[in-house]
């Protein structure tokens, strides 16, 4: 099996805030990501798909269509949006880097016909991301 | 689907390549000039993956107001800017390798109360990097 990854970047902006914790709370767990102004980030996105090559063409998927389904799921719906307010899927979901990641899994897992979607890596910060994987081993067991 | 948050720190040490289980000769074909008695030093950049249920009243695995500080009282604090073999009382039995020190950190950071500790993954240089992860406790360079 075959991985390939694909990355792209978006600008978005959002904050942390649960409309059922008191605004002493929300200031305790959150800490400064609570500031109801917002505050943005440069994420970084990189998505992997695992396959085999076809015979034919000696790709797993076609990059151009990966680009594509990046540019109309994720680039569209989050580059220079407010994740809070603009993002219908993050609705009532604080936007975390572990909940953004979710939601772009979601979004693309029904949308890669061919290969399969095997980790949505996202970037927060240098310092910070999250990944999502499948539930299931991998067919080499390389990941669980 | 599972998620797991990966943070990353930094710290800058230095170490000396050297068993006493081996002659001067040994010590010298074996570790080349990782052995020089001076030490060197690495800027070390690790890599701490935790692994858990996302909360839905904080949308986190584990909160990195809880993460940061359990990082830098474990590791952070008594590393950096240390001279590991002398500074870090596991390092006086065991020879401080990278592999070693992952362990060692790793051994230091899987008591976090809030989530599982997947794996680490620690960079001694641009060059080399070792990981170790819950399931196998193996490590690789």
């Not at chain 1, 016909?113 to 080499?140: H, I, N, Q, W």
């Not at chain 2, 858990?52 to 800017?81: C, H, K, Y």
Request: aromatic share 8%.
């Amino acid at each position: 099996m075959i991985r390939i990854t694909r990355k792209v970047e978006f600008s978005a902006s959002h904050f942390y805030h649960n409309p059922s914790f008191s605004a002493e709370e929300n200031r305790r767990v959150f800490g400064k990501c609570n500031n109801p102004h917002g505050h943005g980030h440069n994420y970084v996105l990189e998505v992997t798909i695992a396959g085999e090559p076809d015979p034919t063409t000696g790709m797993v998927l076609d990059l151009k269509e990966l680009k594509d389904i990046l540019q109309r799921e994720v680039m569209e719906r989050m580059d220079h949006r407010h994740l809070n307010y603009e993002v219908p899927e993050l609705a009532g979901q604080i936007p975390t880097c572990e909940n953004v990641a979710a939601v772009i899994w979601k979004l693309l897992e029904p949308k890669i016909k061919t290969g399969k979607l095997d980790r949505v890596r996202l970037y927060e910060s240098p310092d910070l991301f999250a990944d999502c994987t499948a539930d299931a081993p991998c067919e080499d067991g390389a990941r669980a | 689907m599972r998620v797991s948050l990966t943070r990353r720190y930094r710290f800058a040490a230095s170490h000396r390549l050297y068993t006493t289980k081996l002659s001067e000769a040994e010590n010298k074909r074996v570790y080349g000039k990782c052995s020089n008695p001076y030490g060197h030093g690495h800027n070390y950049v690790l890599q701490v993956t935790i692994s858990g249920p996302v909360d839905s009243a904080t949308g986190m695995i584990a909160n990195l107001g809880e993460l940061d500080p359990f990082v830098q009282r474990e590791v952070i604090e008594p590393f950096d800017q240390k001279f590991l073999n002398e500074e870090v009382g596991e390092f006086r039995e065991q020879v401080a390798t990278t592999e070693n020190l992952a362990r060692e950190i790793f051994r230091r950071l899987k008591s976090f109360p809030s989530a599982r500790l997947e794996r680490i993954r620690i960079e001694e240089t641009s060059k080399n990097s070792f990981e170790i992860a819950d399931e196998a406790e193996e490590v690789r360079a």
